[in-house]
C-alpha cells in the first residue's frame, strides 16, 4: 500500500452526489472484479457521516497502473477528476473499512417463513426489531447484475491505527482485516 490515486467526484445538476457515488462504485466493483484484484483497497478520506466527495484507492503502481489502464470510468470520467499516482505520506495512520451487515434483513424473514421456522406471531416482532435495529453507517446503492435489484453496501471504518496490517481486499476494495493508509 505505498501509493495511492485520489478520484474527486464533481456532481452537478444531471447527475447528484449519490447518485455518482453509486455509479463510481459500481464500476469500480467491476474493473476489480475484472483484474481479479485482491491488492486494491479504498477510502473516503473526506469521510465524517458521510462519504465524501473523494475516493482514494490504494495499492502498488503496478496494480494501480493496471486499473487505471482498462478506462474502467468510461464515460463518467467528465464527473471525476482523477490524480496521478502518488507516494503515500510518511506520517499516514491506518484504518481497516470493512462491509457492515445487518443481522436482521428482509431476506433472512423471508428464508425463515420459507422454512417454517418462525411463527405468525413471531413475524411482527421480527419486522419491529429489525427496524429498530437499523444501520446508520453510510452506504452505496448498487445495481445487483444477477438479480437487478437495489441492494446497499455499507461502510464500517475502525478506529485509526499506527501501524499497517497486512491482508487482502475483496473487489469492493474492502476488507476485514486489512489496513489502508489513512490521511
Known amino acids: ?13 444531471e447527475m447528484r452526489e449519490n447518485v455518482l457515488m453509486n455509479k463510481v462504485y459500481t464500476k469500480l466493483h467491476k474493473a476489480l472484479f475484472d483484474l481479479k484484484s485482491t491488492s486494491i483497497g479504498i477510502s473516503f478520506p473526506e469521510y465524517k ?4 466527495h473523494k475516493i482514494r484507492l490504494h495499492g502498488n503502481p503496478s496494480m494501480l497502473n493496471d486499473l487505471q ?6 464515460g463518467l470520467s467528465g464527473y471525476c477528476q482523477l490524480s496521478e499516482i502518488l507516494p503515500v505520506p510518511q506520517n499516514a495512520q491506518y484504518r481497516v473499512i470493512s462491509r457492515k451487515q445487518s443481522t436482521m434483513t428482509n431476506a433472512k424473514l423471508n428464508r425463515l417463513i420459507k422454512r417454517g421456522t418462525i411463527s405468525k406471531e413471531n413475524i411482527k416482532a421480527y419486522k419491529a426489531k429489525m427496524f429498530t435495529k437499523g444501520l446508520d453507517n453510510p452506504y452505496f446503492e448498487l445495481d445487483s447484475t444477477s438479480n437487478e435489484q437495489l441492494h446497499r453496501r455499507y461502510i464500517q471504518f475502525s478506529e ?3 501501524e499497517p496490517v497486512k491482508g487482502e481486499f475483496d473487489h469492493f476494495g474492502l476488507s476485514k482485516t486489512a489496513t489502508v493508509p489513512w490521511f
Open 160 to 162: 485509526v491505527l499506527s
Open 1 to 13: 500500500m505505498d501509493n495511492y490515486i485520489d478520484i474527486q467526484i464533481q456532481p452537478d445538476a
Open 49 to 52: 457521516v458521510l462519504l465524501g
Open 69 to 74: 489502464g482498462l478506462n474502467w470510468l468510461g
